[in-house]
């Protein structure tokens, strides 16, 4: 363990971190606008992987990493656009649901990658990167801060945008009241389903592009099941989050510290297992739902299916 | 508080009791019911299924064809239909508890697989220093305390801080499948064989088999696991407590009851059963867990408790039939070349044509009135 603190390792393990973080970040920040309106969205896992699936494959047909971006957010707005028309149109179960919506993501995209690559995984080319003269030189933090991919950016400009938009729009005020006091909001005009449906389809959105970043350029291929519970610590990072997009910011990066151990830790020539270092980020979680669980905050509407007129 | 009623699992449960109460409710409007929450939603996933199938290039008939001969027609495929029930039967035991308590378990997979992991520790070491049936007891009751275990920081959360179970029964889940195959790797590997893996367990040890046949005894037990849950569930004052507790926290402790203990209960009785699940497919079956084994039945059989509405006997005759999907499927992989996964799809397909069909008696009923 003496290369520990190498340069090698520090680096490997900033990169790691902002690589692990987007995706998680990307499906916290989805997350975090379907529970302030009021839906609990369990199929977010499904999304990121449906996104992952149809990012990769597209980019892998066109060879085009922004098609492929595209193509992933299409994928997480097919499995919205299901998950908006059972749960918030039709009010059903959203956890029945979204368990169901997750696993049916699970099983169509281990079946169709079957179909398509046989056990083949086939490698997209490592991304350009952006490059900051000067900036990205600089030694450790150089490469992994500011040689990271455009998307990392807008990412980061997504937890600005949607900073604002809570506390200074009316969207933000209308998509909170959904959450709090459908029936307020109702009363007041409001379109609590249509509000809902966008959060929702915006969750799927958001979800599907951190699938394909996971997969394009974390990955650069395409595993069934390689989302492997980011999709559930994107939920939890919102829970904790009290509707704040820079918390989502925050956790994201720890989560994301925590995972990237693993490849720092082989890069530093430990011989820890890997299970054992996966375990790791939700171990975070875990510990910290028990420091912390008590102050989540979620909107008091939070699961229900809003039907207009009933009790 | 309308939040935490929606929301919970036990809630379905309120509409199909509010349904038997209602009083003068013919025959006919009961087989409609049942043809709508039950059979629709069964019919329907599998022709959605199907038509996945179509897109990958599959022919249905085929291949659902091939199921139920190798299933369910012939004699090997029959017996293990029976003997791979009894470890979702266990299951069954556990969210039938839990959903019934109010309580998302959806962990069942590490506390699953941490049972699973003990049983194969032990078991093997203590042949021959106790009796057969006393190894297999001690394999089953380590099995049921480390899932029970494996459920406390949930329980403790959800029962003392209002933590949210969905995501912390989860999370566990992922760090218990992770745990177990570490344990295997390295503590309990088996220092003879060059794959990671536990010691094996002699086939002369294991649950006996049923008469002339090679299903296994397991199955027996999986069967009184449900029916007693059932039993405990519906006929007893505990049962009803639970239950209370399940259909409205608030009002169960203006009741007088103490909801964070009986929240406890819920989780370590539901997690036990899981933890028994995983024995009983090593101490019947397997012999021995290998690294990174996970046969995820966790969440798969969740749709089956729901459309059993909760009840044991309607659980049973459903496990049954998923279980014969689950070796036809198998064999498929093998055969025809379509994935495992496909039973993804297919248990998706019931969750979503199960809400579907609730969604419709509930307009149906709704009009009705």
């Known amino acids: 363990m003496d290369g520990l603190l190498t340069e090698a390792f520090l680096s490997s393990l900033f990169t790691g971190a902002i690589v692990a973080a987007v995706p998680m970040l990307l499906a916290g920040l989805g997350e975090q606008m379907s529970e302030k309106a009021g839906v609990l969205n369990i199929g977010i896992e499904g999304m990121m992987l449906m996104g992952a699936y149809m990012g990769f494959l597209v980019a892998f047909k066109t060879d085009s990493l922004w098609l492929g971006f595209v193509g992933g957010i299409l994928g997480g707005l097919m499995v919205a656009i299901a998950m908006a028309v059972l749960c918030v149109r039709l009010g059903l179960n959203q956890i029945v649901i979204g368990i169901g919506l997750t696993l049916g993501a699970e099983g169509l995209t281990a079946l169709l990658h079957h179909f398509q690559f046989s056990r083949t995984y086939p490698r997209l080319p490592v991304p350009e990167r952006l490059n900051i003269p000067g900036l990205t030189d600089l030694p450790v933090i150089g490469p992994s801060l500011f040689g990271r991919h455009l998307i990392v950016y807008l990412a980061l400009l997504a937890v600005i945008i949607l900073a604002l938009l809570y506390r200074r729009t009316n969207l933000g005020m209308t998509l909170r009241a959904a959450g709090e006091s459908p029936a307020a909001l109702d009363v007041a005009g409001g379109n609590v389903l249509g509000i809902r449906v966008f959060a929702v389809l915006f969750t799927g959105a958001m979800a599907g592009l951190g699938g394909a970043y996971l997969a394009n350029i974390g990955a650069g291929l395409f595993v069934p099941f390689m989302t492997g519970g980011a999709g559930f610590i994107g939920i939890v990072l919102a829970m904790l989050a009290r509707g704040r997009p820079f918390w989502v910011l925050i956790g994201s990066l720890i989560f994301g510290a925590a995972l990237s151990l693993t490849t720092a830790l082989q890069v530093a020539g430990s011989n820890i297992p890997t299970d054992v270092i996966q375990m790791l980020p939700f171990a975070a979680v875990m510990l910290v739902l028990v420091l912390f669980g008590r102050r989540a905050k979620l909107p008091s509407a939070l699961g229900a299916a809003y039907e207009r007129g009933a009790r | ?369």
Request: charged share 10%; aromatic share 8%.
């Open chain 2, 1 to 369: 508080m309308t939040m935490k009623n929606k929301t919970n699992p036990g809630s379905v449960d309120q509409g199909a009791s509010a349904a038997d109460a209602a009083g003068p409710a013919t025959e006919r409007s009961a087989l409609q019911r049942f043809l709508t929450v039950t059979i629709g939603p069964i019919v329907a996933a599998f022709l959605l299924s199907a038509i996945i199938l179509m897109l990958v290039g599959i022919n249905p008939l085929t291949y659902y064809g091939y199921i139920l001969e190798r299933s369910l027609f012939s004699g090997l495929g029959l017996e293990q239909t029976a003997t791979r029930m009894a470890p979702l039967l266990f299951l069954c035991a556990s969210l039938i508890i839990a959903f019934r308590a109010g309580i998302w378990n959806l962990g069942t997979d590490g506390q699953f697989l941490l049972g699973a992991v003990v049983a194969a520790a032990t078991a093997p070491l203590l042949v021959g220093v106790l009796p057969g049936w006393a190894v297999l007891l001690v394999g089953f009751s380590l099995a049921a305390i480390v899932g029970a275990v494996w459920s406390i920081i949930p329980a403790l959360l959800k029962a003392y801080q209002g933590v949210n179970e969905i995501i912390t029964t989860l999370m566990m889940s992922f760090l218990g499948v992770l745990l177990a195959s570490t344990l295997v790797k390295l503590v309990f590997r088996d220092p003879a064989t060059t794959v990671p893996q536990t010691r094996t367990l002699p086939v002369a040890d294991r649950l006996p088999r049923l008469f002339d046949t090679t299903i296994s005894s397991g199955l027996i037990w999986g069967l009184v696991a449900v029916l007693l849950v059932h039993l405990m569930m519906t006929r007893t004052s505990f049962g009803l407590r639970l239950r209370m507790v399940g259909a409205n926290p608030a009002a169960a402790t203006h009741a007088g009851l103490s909801v964070p203990l009986l929240t406890l209960a819920t989780f370590g009785l539901s997690a036990g059963f899981a933890g028994l699940s995983g024995a009983s497919e090593i101490l019947g079956v397997a012999g021995n867990v290998r690294a990174n084994w996970n046969p995820a039945y966790g969440l798969m059989v969740i749709p089956l408790v729901f459309l059993a509405r909760f009840h044991g006997v309607g659980a049973i005759v459903l496990v049954f039939f998923y279980s014969a999907l689950l070796i036809g499927s198998e064999s498929a992989a093998r055969r025809l070349g379509v994935p495992q996964d496909f039973t993804l799809v297919l248990v998706a397909s019931l969750l979503i044509c199960l809400g579907l069909g609730e969604y419709i008696d509930h307009h149906k009923r709704k009009k009705e009135r």
